[in-house]
């Protein structure tokens, strides 16, 4: 599928992996909606890159607000990509060194915007670009993001990576439920990323994380995330398949 003149929602799409999305798709000709709950930082992305991009504010875990963000993007053109980058995550055991329990509001809240916001994005996308007209027989893509976590989570994030191994488990059925309209489903699980989040830590901390990558060994950079999501929507034959985008990192258990 052909990325110029198309257009994309991307969640989580004002900073981080989503941001590096937003920039390589308006960068290859496409027109890009910007779905994030950080006002600020969206409107600010949307202005600087102009009028192929505008932003909205949305929960993923909301369906009216989705809806509304769709509605946005089906306005401006046929909806052809939409690339799940939102997602929180928590540090905490399944027991504390005290022996109390996992609060289990906050594995909740994890679940609800990791995972059941995934899907959320996914059914909705799914519905509208279902009523696209084919092109090279697909009708559109849908991305989800995962985490290396899905398969060797760390202590600490039971949370966290049974939000992520929800989304890698739901790929391959998506994919197939999807099929017969023409719309593919792939995801991505990164690695350790220098995302926003990590640039808050210490360059000691930084300089250990990249360490532990065999090759290369340092943090990947957004912008190959967001060179693979755009790959991934102009490859047509990508699809029901889960990408591990990590340096050949293997997590310890901590």
């Not at 409107?43 to 946005?72: C, H, M, T, W």
């Not at 060797?152 to 059925?173: C, E, F, H, N, R």
């Not at 808050?200 to 990947?220: D, K, N, Q, V, Y």
Request: with cysteine; charged share 20%; net charge negative.
């Amino acid at each position: 599928m052909r990325i110029d003149g198309s257009v994309a929602m991307v969640t989580g799409g004002a900073s981080g992996l989503g941001e590096a999305t937003v920039r390589q798709w308006v960068s290859k000709g496409g027109r890009a909606v910007i779905v994030d709950l950080n006002a600020e930082r969206g409107e600010k992305l949307a202005a600087e890159l102009g009028d192929p991009a505008s932003f909205v504010p949305a929960d993923v875990s909301d369906a009216q607000q989705v809806e509304d963000a769709i509605a946005l993007a089906t306005s401006i053109g046929a909806l052809r990509a939409a690339i799940n980058c939102a997602g929180i995550g928590i540090g905490m055991r399944t027991l504390g060194k005290d022996g109390t329990p996992h609060d289990l509001g906050a594995f909740q809240k994890v679940i609800s915007v990791n995972l059941i916001g995934t899907f959320n994005v996914l059914r909705l996308a799914a519905s509208a670009m279902s009523k696209n007209e084919l092109e090279d027989h697909e009708r559109g893509v849908v991305i989800n993001t995962a985490s290396v976590a899905a398969f060797d989570g760390q202590i600490g994030q039971v949370a966290y990576s049974a939000s992520k191994g929800g989304i890698v488990g739901m790929t391959l059925p998506a994919a197939r439920d999807l099929s017969k309209v023409g719309i593919r489903v792939v995801t991505i699980a990164p690695g350790t990323f220098d995302t926003p989040l990590l640039g808050m830590l210490s360059e000691e901390i930084r300089a250990a994380l990249a360490a532990t990558i065999p090759h290369p060994s340092r943090l990947g950079r957004p912008d190959e995330f967001g060179a693979l999501a755009c790959h991934v929507v102009e490859n047509g034959y990508l699809n029901g398949e889960v990408i591990r985008l990590d340096g050949a990192l293997r997590m310890a258990p901590r």
